[in-house]
């Protein structure tokens, strides 16, 4: 059974810090990882898909690294602002179907 | 594009009443849907899957009885909670794939929240 672990569950940064958000799983059989955002209160926001045959995806301040062998993804925040407080969710997709999500990491940028 | 969305965001009912919440896709067709269930500071976790014009297939652990999932359009699931009680209070998303692109990729939409009173 795929288990998706994140670490830290939360995290406090000053306005202006790179940072490092962490997520591991179990099974290596993948499909792909995607990184969600999800503000209180709502939905998900897609933020990077990596495929498995990939190694990374970036989007404006935003940079997914994915090394399958190891079960392992991060996600690279730089120049923290605080619009990016949010709840950061990782989810691996098992059989093209199933996504499975960790519990997630809740960021605070403090101004 | 691939807009999702879910009415009504929020509903409050009372115990043992049954409560509709339905998923639209609004710009593009989907035969498969997907519906999520999340409690306070908790992950998502999938209940059920739902494919346009079949029987939904439940995760383990789900009651197919008490959550009615119904996908009688390319373009409509709904999740229908009966006899509810204050422990199916929760958020429930639900995502849908894009049969025109024939891609993977899941677009959520913003998220039912139900409370049992």
């Known amino acids: 059974k795929q288990e998706v672990t994140q670490i830290p569950a939360a995290l406090s940064v000053p306005e202006g810090e790179n940072l490092v958000l962490n997520c591991s799983f179990t099974d290596s059989a993948i499909y792909n990882l995607q990184w969600f955002r999800q503000d209180p209160g709502k939905g998900l926001t897609s933020l990077l898909l990596i495929q498995s045959s990939q190694r990374e995806q970036t989007s404006g301040r935003l940079n997914a690294s994915l090394d399958k062998s190891s079960g392992r993804s991060t996600l690279y925040i730089a120049a923290s602002q605080p619009g990016d407080s949010a709840t950061y969710l990782c989810a691996v997709l098992q059989g093209a179907q199933k996504l499975v999500f960790g519990q997630g990491t809740r960021l605070t940028i403090n101004p | 594009g691939a807009v999702v969305s879910q009415h009504p965001s929020r509903v409050i009912c009372k115990s043992g009443t049954s409560v509709k919440i339905e998923c639209r896709s609004l710009d593009f067709q989907a035969t498969t849907m997907f519906w999520y269930r999340q409690f306070p500071k908790q992950s998502l976790m999938l209940m059920a899957t739902?494919?346009?014009?079949?029987?939904?297939?439940?995760e383990q652990g789900v009651e197919k009885d008490k959550f009615l999932i119904n996908h009688a359009s390319l373009t409509l699931s709904t999740l229908t909670v009966t006899s509810a009680h204050p422990e199916d209070s929760s958020f429930y998303i639900c995502?849908?794939?894009?049969?025109?692109?024939?891609?993977?990729?899941?677009?959520f939409g913003p998220g039912t929240r139900l409370t049992v009173t």
């Open positions: 739902s494919n346009e014009g079949s029987k939904a297939t439940y």
């Open positions: 995502s849908a794939r894009d049969r025109g692109t024939g891609g993977i990729e899941q677009y």
